[in-house]
């Protein structure tokens, strides 16, 4: 026969041992949830091919003589299909990749920054994006642009992937 103490041991032995299952099982779940809901901040650019990007330029070269003001852009060679550098502010410049984040198997599938120097257009599809941020201004493109990082030493822009 049981005494009043083994009873109490044996039912808070089988809680404990229910409590730490629901403590496993919370901990899988959890962990499920969390890898699935992760997105790559490069999701939007999963289908532009990963091309190694790792150059500098001196603003001083006047062959660079746009990047010299804020709201100056040149074109590079470089990334998938070119690359846009743009001047946001005094010390701080964003690089893209030029290749359309809309059906980038498309041939045509190339921005090109419009005359009013502050969007680049896919004239193929007919999306639209800022150069302060890469961010979609007219669809049908859901992503913003690939973005290359860049740092700035005073003198020279360094664009890295």
């Not at 404990?16 to 992760?38: M, Y």
């Not at 010390?91 to 502050?118: G, L």
Request: aromatic content about 14%; glycine content about 4%.
């Amino acid at each position: 026969m049981l005494t009043f103490e083994k009873a109490i041991k044996v039912t808070l032995y089988i809680l404990l041992k229910k409590f730490l299952n629901f403590l496993t099982f919370l901990f899988f779940v959890s962990a499920l949830l969390f890898h699935f809901s992760c997105k790559d901040d490069n999701r939007n650019n999963s289908n532009i091919p990963l091309v190694e990007v790792n150059f500098a330029i001196p603003i001083n070269d006047p062959a660079y003589l746009n990047l010299q003001t804020p709201g100056g852009w040149e074109y590079i060679s470089g990334g998938s299909r070119g690359i846009i550098i743009y001047r946001v502010s005094q010390d701080e410049f964003k690089a893209y990749d030029r290749h359309c984040t809309f059906q980038p198997s498309s041939t045509c599938a190339i921005v090109s920054v419009d005359a009013n120097n502050i969007t680049a257009s896919d004239n193929c599809c007919g999306s639209s994006f800022i150069l302060t941020d890469g961010s979609v201004t007219k669809p049908p493109a859901n992503f913003p642009l690939k973005q290359y990082n860049t740092s700035f030493d005073g003198t020279i822009i360094y664009v890295t992937n």
